[in-house]
């Protein structure tokens, strides 16, 4: 399936999407507006009334294949319409990973892709390296910029697109780049900076990585923070994370100044692996309730 500008389907061999209450997922490639092609799924959940979508960005070295990508999109589908996808470099998608830069287009072009299919409400939920995109796009594509994501994709394109979300989730997210604080990230380092890094990335992990570095470096999580109120904010951490110490997610509430909310949970590690049902089922009412109070509203 081929695509025109993002989350709009052109030339299709696939049935066209419906909100219909059969269950059944469609698959489409979505097309960022900086030419890359994005392997997405939609689950229109239980209720094909319903206004709310779920846009799930995974982690790093993950795809919407993933059994804990699957998982989470399970369980958030018990209660909203869900679209997954796989960033750009993971899976079945084109283009490589720029881990968390470029990637700002991959979620837009979902969150494009929610509205086009009549979803009046549409929060993103981010894990680890998802979780940072979904804090950058919020700033960058909210009330300020009326709703229009503007992230610089090279030295001469400014991309502006219709993305705006509803509430923002991110999980495990770290509030700063470069971190090299813990043996987990240092592992990841080498992966990323490293000829043989990235091999072993393309080979043993299905991640193909670009080889050069941010240029510029973009807007990190911590300074994306404060520029995406109104919009609602939730921000979730295991005291066990391996890989961001509970320093990042309280970073991340004070730049927040008091307009987020931060759920640190007791023995949880990091990310969808050590998310379990019953936290997701949270995280999805979480996303319900703020769906339903801003209906209020």
Do not use: K, N
């Not at 830069?101 to 494009?112: S, T, Y």
């Not at 993305?163 to 992966?191: E, F, I, N, Q």
């Not at 080889?211 to 005291?239: C, F, K, M, N, Q």
């Not at 050590?274 to 999805?284: N, P, Q, T």
């Amino acid at each position: 399936m081929t695509s025109g500008p993002a989350g709009q389907a052109a030339g299709s061999s696939v049935p066209p999407i419906t909100r219909d209450p059969s269950r059944v997922q469609r698959r489409a490639t979505l097309r960022t507006r900086d030419g890359v092609d994005i392997d997405a799924a939609y689950d229109p959940g239980p209720d094909p009334a319903c206004d709310l979508a779920i846009v799930l960005a995974h982690g790093f070295t993950g795809d919407l294949e993933r059994p804990h990508v699957r998982r989470a999109a399970g369980v958030f589908a018990q209660r909203a319409a869900v679209i997954t996808f796989s960033f750009r470099g993971h899976g079945a998608s084109g283009g490589l990973s720029t881990v968390g830069d470029r990637e700002v287009l991959d979620l837009a072009a979902a969150v494009e892709w929610a509205r086009s299919l009549g979803h009046a409400r549409v929060v993103t939920v981010g894990f680890s390296m998802g979780g940072s995109v979904v804090l950058r796009h919020a700033a960058i594509s909210g009330p300020a910029h009326g709703g229009r994501t503007e992230a610089r994709v090279d030295a001469q394109i400014d991309v502006e697109i219709d993305a705006r979300v509803d509430a923002v989730v991110a999980v495990s997210a770290p509030a700063r780049w470069y971190y090299r604080g813990t043996a987990p990230m240092r592992r990841l380092h080498w992966l990323v900076t490293r000829p043989v890094g990235r091999a072993v990335g393309r080979l043993g992990l299905r991640t193909r990585i670009h080889p050069d570095e941010w240029d510029p470096v973009p807007l990190s999580p911590v300074e994306s923070v404060p520029r995406i109120a109104p919009t609602p904010l939730l921000i979730v951490h295991g005291d066990r994370d391996a890989y961001f110490p509970v320093d990042h997610p309280r970073m991340l509430a004070a730049a927040a100044d008091g307009r987020a909310e931060l759920w640190l949970e007791r023995g949880m590690g990091h990310a969808e692996h050590a998310a379990d049902d019953a936290l997701l089922g949270r995280i999805a009412e979480w996303a319900t309730a703020s769906w339903t109070s801003a209906t209020a509203d």
